[in-house]
């Protein structure tokens, strides 16, 4: 089995493939490595390894996770947050990447301007339509975002979705480039203290197209970690 020295380096030269099919600058692409059921050593070898951020699905984990390793790189919260799980993501990570509710942007909100701090956050998207998804619909986050824009706790800094899951690669292209669509609308619309700086799309099966469709952060774990028991 490859290490995870060699599975970073393998990731990166298909980002790197990627970008140059779609005339981009690698460097413009950042990698999360998400370290769901990945054991403490393994992601200091991802660290090690140059990865600059760490995702992780549950505030639990991360906890200890955090604990045992120390502040050195930033954690983002990248699966569905739980309302009463946001004191302690507020507290932990630098991004959440998965606001899908205002009911939950109220909760940031609050939870953010207790700690007298700002919570950056992502607006996830549903952009594959599939029911067991979390995800704002695509015609309703322009709204959103202008909703939560006056929220002095929260600063809305990019967009994130998770692709439809199909067999081929090619297949999930649509929801990437629908994305990219809804970030330009809201680009144009001109929001005050709203930012459009994070695509975050594209996981292990499909970052290549992800990148080929304007993703600048990727949510990687199978490819670099191995498969989860």
Avoid at 106 to 120: F, H, P, Q, V
Avoid at 142 to 157: A, E, Q, Y
Avoid at 192 to 200: A, G, H, R, T, V
Avoid at 211 to 226: C, D, K, P, Q, S
Wanted: glycine letters at 6%; proline letters at 4%.
């Amino acid at each position: 089995m490859a290490s995870v020295q060699e599975n970073v380096a393998d990731v990166q030269e298909k980002i790197n493939r990627a970008a140059e099919r779609a005339g981009r600058d690698p460097a413009d692409i950042t990698i999360v490595a998400v370290a769901k059921g990945v054991d403490v050593e393994r992601i200091r070898q991802a660290l090690e390894a140059g990865i600059p951020i760490i995702g992780e699905n549950k505030v639990q984990e991360a906890l200890q996770k955090v604990k045992a390793l120390g502040s050195g790189a930033p954690w983002h919260m990248v699966g569905h947050l739980q309302r009463n799980k946001v004191k302690e993501a507020v507290r932990i990570f630098s991004l959440i990447q998965s606001l899908d509710s205002l009911r939950l942007a109220e909760e940031i909100n609050s939870r953010a301007l207790t700690a007298g701090t700002i919570m950056d956050v992502l607006v996830q998207v549903n952009t594959s339509q599939e029911e067991s998804k979390y995800g704002l619909e695509p015609q309703e986050t322009l709204d959103f975002v202008k909703t939560v824009s006056s929220f002095k706790g929260l600063s809305v800094r990019g967009l994130m979705t998770i692709g439809a899951f199909l067999p081929e690669p090619e297949q999930v292209r649509p929801c990437f480039r629908l994305l990219r669509e809804v970030q330009e609308q809201i680009i144009d619309a001109r929001i005050p203290n709203i930012e459009m700086d994070y695509l975050s799309m594209g996981m292990t099966s499909d970052f290549e197209v992800a990148v080929e469709e304007g993703a600048n952060m990727l949510r990687i774990g199978t490819a670099i970690f191995g498969p989860r028991e």
